[in-house]
């Protein structure tokens, strides 16, 4: 059973037990790792996010040697397997989702009406349809699969001239 930070970016989660193969990123406390000081040295190549842009999570084990589990909301029980192999839990874990800022990505939003002090607000928020054959109606929120009948395919005789043909009628 080991300790550890963890994300889940794109559908792959990507764990870190405190094992002692990295030595960087180490938490205050000496027996795990910090995400912010982690995120440095295992970013994804490529990648310009921040350590908290990802939804992510971290593996403790309590006083009485049971893993607890603390993650972001978006983080599915499909990756509690996962998560049981990759920190080696034997038995399954207590399952903590954390909706406090700490656990925050880009999943989540965040605002302060400046007109009342933070008392009202409200959104407005569009998120398109990209995928294919899937219609929406914008205003009620009703969806549909768009069935597409193939294209008639129109049919022309081959009518090539050779060159240098003679093509009087005797």
């Known amino acids: 059973m080991k300790r550890g930070v963890f994300w889940l970016i794109g559908n792959e989660l990507q764990c870190f037990p405190f094992d002692g193969r990295i030595n960087e990123g180490i938490a205050k406390s000496g027996n795990t790792y910090n995400h912010k000081k982690l995120w440095v040295h295992i970013c994804p190549k490529g990648c310009n996010k921040q350590f908290d842009y990802y939804p992510r999570g971290r593996v403790e084990i309590s006083a009485k040697g049971r893993a607890i589990v603390y993650m972001s909301p978006h983080i599915g029980n499909e990756y509690i397997s996962q998560l049981c192999a990759a920190f080696a ?37 569009y998120c398109y349809n990209v995928q294919p054959n899937i219609g929406i109606n914008y205003a009620d929120g009703e969806s549909w699969r768009i069935i597409q009948e193939p294209e008639p395919v129109e049919v022309v005789p081959d009518r090539t001239i050779m060159p240098d043909t003679d093509m009087s009628v005797s």
């Open 89 to 125: 839990l034997d038995d399954e874990p207590i399952i903590k989702y954390d909706y406090s800022e700490h656990y925050n990505c880009y999943l989540d939003m965040e605002a302060y009406s400046l007109d009342d002090n933070g008392a009202g607000i409200q959104f407005c928020v």
